[in-house]
């Protein structure tokens, strides 16, 4: 679970920040693509509460997509501040969610769902205000492509790998996954580096070039280490 300070340091934090931090530390695979915002204006933060979906096929479907199936289960479980992250395989040709499973992540207090499937009652969902990224919409109920099979494992989506109680951060950029024990590391970069990178638009912005500022040489870094101290 996140703390109120790491919550609150996120939501200061860019997605595309973020992927530089972790590009910086050797984490090349943390980004979730192909994904697009159902509303673009808000930031989604929490952690992952995972749930893979193997392809349909008839038995498995008789015996696993029915009743109170495993997708029921994560729905109906997903704790506050959590984000239900589904693994499609990409496929979007039958919805993963829809409007009713979507009202009741809401009202358990769930941050968002992310799928690389697609969404079902796209519009309904999106007026029950649920923070969502997806491969689009489609009209199918779930057991055209997809048997919901296991939850709270290792999973695929978008073409990383996300692992329960992972963090994933979405906006308008798209989504990063960034493992929980290099979190505060990551953070605090990004917020650094956008506190520089902040500073050196502004010297932009007053007519200095962007050559020996962006990247700083050695003159400018000193400039900016005494505006800092100066601060």
Known sequence: MLSPAQREKLEAAPVAGLSAALRNRGLHHCLLDGLRPMHPERKLVGTAKTLRFVPTREDLF??????????????????????????????????????????????????????DGAIRDYEAVAE??????????????????HVPWDSDVAVACGGATVLPGDVIVGDSDGLVVIPSAVLDEIVEATLENEERDEWIAARIAEGEAIEGLFPMNEAWKARYAAWRRER
Do not use: C, W, Y
């Open 128 to 145: 029950i205000g649920l923070t969502a990224f997806s491969a689009g919409a489609h009209p199918s109920v779930l057991g055209r492509k």
């Open 62 to 115: 008789a015996s696993h997509g029915g009743g109170f199936n495993m997708q029921k289960q994560v729905f109906d479980s997903v704790g506050e501040g959590e984000v239900i992250v589904i693994e499609a395989r990409g496929d979007a040709g039958a919805g993963t969610l829809g409007d009713i499973l979507a009202l009741r992540a809401r009202q358990r207090g769930a941050a968002g769902v992310v799928t």
